[in-house]
């Protein structure tokens, strides 16, 4: 499959972008502005990346600060998406206490050869589902504790730490932030062919080929992800991660 640009892909672009912006006026989801965006930001940033890619795959140099640039916008969007913008470091550590380990296994293990080509879409790959679930499992920790202040107050209030109360009400949220990976590898070739697999078939390899690398980055996702949310859920409990409300109106 390949896709060239010109007229026809504008055109499709646009009548995709309209119907997703027309159903959400009709559906009231007031996302039209929000949907426009995203697309609009999709193609801008996508061409640069088609500027600089070539030289990031030839380049360890450049490759690293792809990396590094992919980190830090993860990172960024994270935080925002959380609401806990000042706890940005705490989010960052998060973040690669899942990536670091994962990548280096992927690597070391010498199923991914140690080449520029290989690092910017191995781990463009783990650095998006690690933000995912950290998202995912940021909103819903900090949604359960302004939801069930109740039940917080009252784990304080038998005298249990602040750290125990905070995981009462979060534990049992946390594993949500896992669902979407854990689906994905579930169902994978029989709902859905991932990119790694595509992209190994369009690069030449064999459906074993493909097979092999789409399975190792959903076990790397896995791995990642699990550790992320972990993190998150031990730094929650610790109070170093909350957004700001929270950090200030929780009771001590």
Known sequence: MQVEPGWGL??????LVVVAVVVSA???????????SAAARAVVQLAAVSLVIAAALASWWWSALVVLVMVGVAVATAARRTGAGRAWPWVALAMLTGLLPVLTVVFLSGAVPWQPAALVPVAGIVIGGTMTALSLAGRRAFAGLREERGAYEAGLSIGLPRAEAVGLVVDRRLPEALLPGMDQ???????TLPGAFIGVMLGGGSPVQAGAA???????LL???TIVVSVVGRLVRAGRLLPADLRHDLPR
């Open 214 to 220: 789409q399975v190792l980055v959903l076990c790397a």
């Open 185 to 191: 590898t579930r169902t994978v070739g029989l709902v």
């Open 10 to 15: 504008a055109a499709a672009l646009v009548a």
């Open 26 to 36: 009709v559906g009231r989801l007031r996302q039209e502005r929000q949907i426009a």
């Open 223 to 225: 791995a990642a992800q």
